[in-house]
């Protein structure tokens, strides 16, 4: 898998992270394993906690994150992703001035977590059933953060579920926001700035902030699976 994921063309998509913020990589997993990963949903031994979404007024669904050790899959997926994406973070982190460099390894990024107590793995599976939503958010799970992040479709739009867009906004500084609304096919993964992207003004870089979440679904049910880099204090 770490192979397959290193043949990819990086460099475009790299290039698309710089110029939008984010960037689709299609039949990124089979069908089968879309599968296994959904229906791994009601495996309890797999979760350390579960969040009803409405009792926070995240939204209305369910998600569970992961225990540690990771699922090899996942684990293989959120290294090799990091490898490719850590210089795009990186070069943002250089436009915005800030001093902030990411490490080449996920693990090294581990370690700055867990000298700020951010050891709690963030991956999680979500599943939203009709009315199901997911209102505007940042993944910020502490001091420590990448500034990227990416999201599987296990579910096919139309097919599994009507609705249920993925949107990402973007607040201008001075504008109204803008928003961008996508509908990854499943097996399709979806790489995304966290909190702020660098936009060139006349002036250097400035920062967009940056949101996402999930439209209404309609119909059906739609799973995804959520892999943010960071580990969380809670
Ligand atoms: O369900 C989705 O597509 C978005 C989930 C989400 O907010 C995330 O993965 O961070
Ligand atoms: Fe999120």
């Not at 959120?78 to 001093?99: F, G, H, L």
């Not at 400035?206 to 809670?234: C, E, P, W």
Request: net charge neutral; aromatic share 12%.
């Amino acid at each position: 898998m770490q192979n397959e994921i290193a043949q990819l063309p990086w460099q475009i998509y790299r290039e698309t992270l710089h110029n939008k913020g984010f960037v689709i990589i299609d039949n990124f997993l089979s069908e089968e394993q879309c599968d296994a990963l959904r229906q791994q949903y009601d495996n309890p031994g797999l979760y350390r906690k579960t969040i009803t979404m409405e009792r926070y007024r995240f939204g209305k669904g369910e998600y569970k994150y992961m225990k540690y050790p990771l699922p090899p899959l996942i684990q293989s997926l959120r290294e090799a992703v990091y490898e490719q994406i850590v210089p795009v973070a990186n070069q943002w982190m250089e436009q915005v001035k800030s001093d902030t460099r990411y490490p080449p390894k996920l693990s090294e990024l581990h370690e700055l977590c867990a000298a700020h107590q951010q050891v709690l793995p963030t991956v999680l599976i979500l599943k939203y059933q009709q009315d199901g939503f997911n209102t505007l958010h940042q993944d910020l799970y502490g001091d420590i953060f990448f500034p990227l992040q990416m999201v599987f479709m296990l579910t096919e739009p139309e097919a599994d579920y009507s609705g249920g867009e993925f949107v990402i906004t973007e607040q201008i500084p001075r504008a109204q926001s803008k928003a961008n609304v996508l509908k990854p096919r499943k097996g399709s993964v979806l790489i995304f700035a966290t909190n702020y992207r660098p936009v060139k003004g006349t002036q250097g870089y400035y920062r967009v902030n940056m949101k996402h979440g999930v439209s209404t679904v309609h119909n059906g049910q739609r799973f995804s699976l959520g892999v943010i880099f960071h580990d969380a204090l809670t």
